[in-house]
Each structure stands twice: as structure tokens, then as C-alpha cells.
């Protein structure tokens, strides 16, 4: 039986999940380059502030549960970078490989198109190749490489920054 897949804003009861999802990639992934867990008032701070710049906040539920989160914020704190916005999607170990990046992705690229935003910009650590070509299906391209930017589990991170065209 397939399970069905539902896309839709993301609310206060999703964010215990929200927080496992990110503080998983915090611990055992280079998809984010901090070191250290995030705890519960971190993402309710994070959450707060990005219905304050009325920012995007999915969340993917399967059987009512969060497996999944993806959102977007405007990529560089200055005027000019108004209409260009870098995401972030993250999915539960547990769930890669079952559609919900993807049914992410694409709620995210529309979203910002109803926002009428210009452009999306991926940050993806270079080792991370999936995430790469995962992208490009969608119409990302790599438009630049920064070479050891970031350090984490002592060695040096690479970042490949991917965008599209909206």
C-alpha cells in the first residue's frame, strides 16, 4: 500500500520532528555545516522568525507524522538580493529515496514562483553528489565552487552553489 504523501505549511506541532530531522543532519551530515545540536527554543526562535519574514516553512506529513521539511529565505541580507532565494530541504533518514524530497522541491520552486521570486540558489556541500543531481533534474545548474569554505568532521568541505532560473 502506498502511503500518501501530503505537502502543506508547517505548524508548532511539527517541530519536535523538524528539530530530529535537522539536528540528524547536524550530527551526522555535511548538509549543514554546523557542530552542535540545536535545542527545542532554537527552532521555535527559527520558526517564529520565519513566519515574521513571512518565509515558507513545509512540512512533509506521511501517516501524520512530520518526515520532512523544506523552506526558503531571501539569500543575502541586502535589497538587491530581494528577489532571490536560497532553500533547504531535509528529509528523515528513514524516508530518503520515497518521493518526499522531491514533493518538497517542487512545492518549494512554486511557492516561490507564486512569490515571484527570480531566483532559487542551492548551497550543497560538493561531496554530496545525490543532492547535486538530484538538482539538476529540476533545472538547477552549478554556477559556482568555493573550495574549502567549511570544516567539519575534521576535514575540509567544499560548496557548490546551484540556481534557477525561476
Not at 52 to 59: C, N
Not at 97 to 108: N, R, S, Y
Not at 131 to 145: D, L, Q, T
Request: proline share 2%; net charge negative; glycine share 6%.
Amino acid at each position: 500500500m502506498d502511503e500518501k504523501i501530503i505537502i502543506r505549511n508547517a505548524e508548532i506541532h511539527d517541530l519536535p520532528y523538524i528539530l530530529a530531522i535537522m539536528n540528524d543532519a547536524v550530527l551526522n551530515t555535511t548538509a549543514i555545516y554546523d557542530y552542535y545540536e540545536r535545542d527545542m527554543k532554537y527552532v521555535e526562535n527559527w520558526f517564529v522568525d520565519m513566519q515574521k519574514k513571512a518565509m515558507p516553512v513545509l512540512a512533509c506529513e506521511i501517516n501524520g507524522v512530520c518526515v520532512g521539511y523544506g523552506c526558503y529565505s531571501i539569500f543575502r541580507p541586502k535589497d538587491g538580493y530581494r528577489f532571490c532565494v536560497e532553500h533547504s530541504v531535509y528529509v528523515d533518514e528513514n524516508f530518503r529515496g520515497k518521493k518526499v524530497g522531491t514533493k518538497l522541491l517542487e512545492a518549494l520552486i512554486e511557492k516561490a514562483k507564486e512569490e515571484k521570486y527570480h531566483t532559487m540558489i542551492a548551497g550543497i556541500d560538493a561531496e554530496n553528489l545525490s543532492s547535486i543531481a538530484f538538482h539538476r533534474k529540476y533545472g538547477f545548474a552549478e554556477v559556482g565552487y568555493l573550495k574549502e569554505v567549511g570544516y567539519k568532521f575534521d576535514r575540509w568541505l567544499d560548496l557548490v552553489f546551484m540556481e534557477k532560473v525561476l
